[in-house]
Every structure is written in C-alpha cells, then in structure tokens.
C-alpha cells in the first residue's frame, strides 16, 4: 500500500509512514487534519459500542499535533547514487541523454584527486561514455560543459525522491515549498 505522508502542524514533512502507523495516529486522536485526496481504509479490531468490525480512514497526507523536533535535526540529505540519478532525473549532464541506472555514474565536477569534494554540489550524474571521456580533468578543460548545475538536495526534495510510488497529491503538497532551481520544481 502507498506511504503515508506525516507532516507537523506547520506543514514540514516529518515521515513516511506506512498506513498502519498512520491509523495509530488516528486511534490516539493526534492527528489535526487530512490533506490528502486519497484515502485508504483499514480495519482494526472489533468495535463492541457499534457492534461491528472497526474501520480508520486515513487520508495520503496526514498533519499530526506539534511541531516535530526530528525536522530540526533532519533537514541535511545524504547524498547516495539513488538519490543523484533522481535529483538529475536520469540525464546526462554532459551529453543530456536520458538513460537507464545501470548506464550511470556519479560524475565529480572537479574530479577528487584534484580537491573536488564528494557532496551533492560537485557530483552530477554521467552516462558511463561521459564519464569515461571526460576523466581526470575540469568541464573546461575536457570542453564538456555541463547542461545543468548541480545543487543541494532540500528537505521536501529529499522527501520526493525517497518514494518512488509517490501519489500526485503528495508530490504537489512537496513540490510547492521547493526552491526553484530543483529539477523537481514546478514549472
Ligand atoms: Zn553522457
């Protein structure tokens, strides 16, 4: 079944959460409001008031009372080999063709041996042909310019590109507090 997104009651995403969990919320009377436009339907236990089977609806975006301390202390993004091909979307930075993960690398702008770091603004992702051609050398000295620049993934992006059966309500509830240069922005 589809993740459940959990935000705080000021909107900033808190969790992916799998639909059980979310009904545990629901149970335990935290939960503010719905805001997705999805719903999946669970049954509990048996209700012995209404004498019939339990049953919690929770909505795909659910805000939950407080202001949720984990959003503090998770707003950096690990940079992984997943989460670059999604920043880029799965195209090349140099040549700009699409391609499938298993054609892809992460690519050092400025290459490590040369001082490069290896974080989210000096990797973009290369087809294994780029990679190869362009080396050990700079953009400008390889005359492979980059057709996009890269950037640090934010927290919202980070959330989008962790869930790859993301619904649209959830991904518009995200997108709308992204900066505007991440690819995942809307236009
Ligand atoms: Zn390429």
């Known amino acids: 079944m589809s993740n459940i997104l959990i935000v705080d009651s000021i909107g900033q995403p808190v969790r992916w959460a799998a639909a059980t969990r979310a009904a545990h919320y629901y149970a335990v009377g935290k939960v503010i409001a719905d805001l997705g436009q999805h719903h999946f339907s669970l049954s509990g236990g048996f209700n012995r008031l209404l004498a019939k089977p339990s049953e919690i609806t929770c909505s795909s975006i659910v805000m939950?009372?407080?202001?949720?301390?984990?959003?503090?202390?998770r707003n950096f993004v690990g940079l992984s080999r997943e989460r670059l091909f999604l920043?880029?979307?799965?195209?090349?930075?140099?040549?700009?063709q699409l391609f499938n993960e298993l054609h892809l690398t992460i690519e050092?702008?400025?290459?490590v041996s040369r001082g490069g770091t290896h974080g989210w603004t000096n990797v973009v992702?290369?087809?294994r042909g780029c990679n190869h051609r362009k080396g050990n050398r700079t953009p400008e000295e390889a005359r492979m310019p980059l057709?996009?620049?890269?950037?640090?993934?934010c927290r919202n992006e980070g959330f989008i590109i962790s869930n790859r059966n993301i619904l649209?309500?959830?991904?518009?509830?995200l997108a709308s507090a992204l900066p505007r240069?991440?690819?995942w922005a809307k236009c």
Do not use: N, W
């Open 168 to 173: 649209g309500d959830q991904m518009e509830f």
């Open 147 to 153: 057709i996009y620049v890269p950037y640090a993934v």
């Open 181 to 183: 240069h991440s690819r």
């Open 87 to 96: 920043r880029d979307r799965y195209l090349c930075a140099y040549c700009g």
């Open 64 to 73: 939950v009372r407080g202001k949720h301390r984990l959003v503090a202390q």
């Open 108 to 111: 050092h702008v400025i290459p």
């Open 125 to 127: 992702t290369a087809c």
